[in-house]
């Protein structure tokens, strides 16, 4: 598996996994596909700024041009202060397979080797068991259900947490 940056030309596969009605269905339904574009082309300035690790998961780096999904870990305000984020999705063809949770794991191990992004939290929808069994297993902390905004929506989800180790 390979984790690489997002980079303009994965529109397809945002519209593959954000427009489409199965894989947004605990994140409030799918999202229009206009606009699509510009939100590729400012998720690419972002990772490529490093402002946020934004990335695409590539199950066989011998086919990059393969995607199986993506994985994000930036900072933002969801109102009661700046926390780190994490939070991924793999197309219903790669589903099943571990995919999520190994880049999931990368990505954390990545951030805690730089010493970067502190405490990791995740948002699954409550209703999304195979998303709330990927923190369990990872070793997150269930704090409780929150009301989380995404997209211009508000959902009803478990917030997860995890500490980098020695803190």
Request: hydrophobic content about 40%; aromatic content about 6%; charged content about 30%.
């Amino acid at each position: 598996m390979l984790l690489r940056d997002v980079t303009v030309d994965d529109v397809d596969a945002y519209v593959r996994m954000r427009c489409d009605p199965a894989m947004m269905a605990d994140l409030g339904g799918p999202l229009p596909r206009e606009g699509m574009a510009d939100k590729v082309r400012r998720d690419a300035e972002e990772a490529a700024a490093d402002q946020s690790w934004l990335k695409m998961i590539v199950p066989d780096p011998d086919r990059p041009e393969v995607v199986a999904g993506s994985l994000a870990l930036w900072s933002h305000d969801p109102g009661d202060g700046p926390l780190s984020e994490i939070g991924w999705m793999v197309l219903p063809e790669f589903q099943g397979r571990g995919l999520a949770k190994r880049a999931a794991r990368a990505l954390i191990d990545k951030a805690w080797e730089e010493g970067r992004w502190g405490d990791i939290h995740a948002f699954p929808a409550t209703g999304n068991g195979p998303s709330n069994g990927i923190c369990r297993s990872l070793g997150f902390r269930l704090v409780g259900e929150v009301d989380m905004p995404f997209a211009d929506r508000l959902l009803r989800s478990n917030h997860w947490t995890i500490t980098p180790p020695g803190r």
